[in-house]
């Protein structure tokens, strides 16, 4: 792999040579490796093959999980999330111990991996909420809550520079991976003002499907305001908003 510089940037084949654009800049890269062929049917690749199945079943699994949260996650990530998530999720597909090699799936895998994964590096929720906060699921009732209670949110946010205001979201989606479906529902509190007094406890509750018998995703996040001239703008268009995987629940 090897850099483009200069003025003009390529996209695109030149003989073995391939051009593309990603989040490390303008790449390039010879052509090559083995016939896909062989790969699909040579005994010798057989482990190739596992790795490739379980790595797809990864890949669109994040997929899944992205879509179901699109309303939050639009507000709170990063470049490199796709290829984050389907490396833990891999590793989740890695824990299964009910499928052989190969046809490992995620919800049999060990799900709570994905405890505290957050959606956006740049604005992890771990680094800006810092008063305790309660989640709890009951899967006969299919409600979903967070509480937190009352906290000064300049003493336990630490916001970034130019934050007025901010907001404290809330959702939780079910998910099924093998027909790649989801249920998603999403709770939030009005826009609040970033200063020394204390807000009100805060009670965040949505329901899902009662007695579901699928894996259920909790997700909690912080997105941050700048009032101007009375009207409130996403700070830097919410570079610095947070959302992170704050319960798991499996049957």
Do not use: C, W
Request: proline share 3%; no cysteine.
């Amino acid at each position: 792999m090897a850099k483009q510089t200069g003025i003009i940037k390529l996209k695109g084949t030149i003989g073995d040579i391939s051009f593309y654009k990603s989040a490390d800049g303008h790449l390039a890269r010879s052509k090559g490796g083995v016939d896909k062929n062989r790969i699909a049917n040579d005994p010798a690749f057989q482990r190739t093959r596992e790795n490739g199945s379980e790595f797809g079943r990864a890949g669109k699994g994040g997929k899944l999980i992205r879509n179901a949260i699109r309303v939050l996650l639009q507000n709170a990530k990063d470049k490199r999330v796709v290829s984050r998530l389907t490396k833990i999720l891999v590793a989740v597909t890695k824990t299964d111990a009910v499928n052989e090699r190969g046809l490992r799936t995620i919800e049999n895998g060990d799900m709570n991996t994905l405890l505290g994964f957050e959606f956006n590096i740049n604005g992890k929720l771990g680094a800006t909420l810092f008063t305790p906060y309660v989640t709890a699921y009951d899967r006969v009732a299919g409600n979903v809550d967070l509480d937190i209670a009352a906290f000064a949110p300049t003493v336990r946010i630490a916001a970034p520079n130019g934050t007025t205001h901010f907001k404290v979201v809330m959702g939780a989606a079910e998910l099924d991976f093998t027909n790649e479906a989801s249920v998603f529902e999403s709770d939030e509190t009005a826009i609040l003002p970033y200063n020394g007094a204390n807000t009100a406890p805060i009670d965040l509750s949505v329901a899902l499907t009662a007695n579901s018998v699928l894996p259920v995703l909790q997700v909690v996040g912080i997105e941050f305001y700048q009032e101007v001239n009375g009207q409130m703008y996403p700070l830097k268009n919410g570079a610095f908003n947070a959302l992170s995987i704050a319960q798991v629940d499996t049957i």
